[in-house]
């Protein structure tokens, strides 16, 4: 690889963790959702700056070409994001179903309350 392929991949490893140290900072992003993208920024940074890393790797793994274990282990990252956020839309969608049962549930309270006889106007 050439020291261009290098410096781009530190250079979006490091954009990468700005990014999301940058949003953890504003609030925009809550820390269990960052952990995994911070796992693949300082991944990246480390292959980077030590890309032998990754080959070692690759053959700890029985992986001959080295690229094939950046893809693979990219897919296993996006897949775990994906379940966090499927497990986080499904505890959101009940919230949302409970507090529109609460919320039905009120508005026929006060309908009923409006609609039943007042002990002052006897």
């Known amino acids: 690889m050439s020291v261009t392929t290098y410096v781009l991949g530190i250079a979006a490893a490091i954009a990468t963790l700005v990014v999301v140290i940058e949003l953890l900072r504003r609030r925009r992003l809550r820390?269990?959702?960052?952990?995994?993208?911070?796992?693949?920024?300082?991944?990246a940074l480390i292959i980077g700056i030590f890309p032998q890393v990754l080959?070692?790797?690759?053959g700890v793994v029985g992986i001959e070409i080295p690229t094939n274990l950046i893809f693979f282990v990219s897919l296993v990252l996006l897949f775990l994001v994906c379940i966090q956020h499927s497990s986080e839309l499904t505890r959101l969608e009940d919230k949302v179903r409970i507090l529109a049962e609460e919320q039905a549930l009120a508005r026929?309270?006060?309908?009923?309350?409006?609609?039943?006889?007042?002990?002052?106007?006897h």
């Open 108 to 121: 026929q309270r006060i309908s009923d309350l409006e609609a039943a006889p007042s002990d002052d106007a």
């Open 31 to 43: 820390e269990r959702h960052a952990v995994w993208w911070l796992l693949a920024g300082f991944l």
């Open 55 to 58: 080959v070692w790797a690759a």
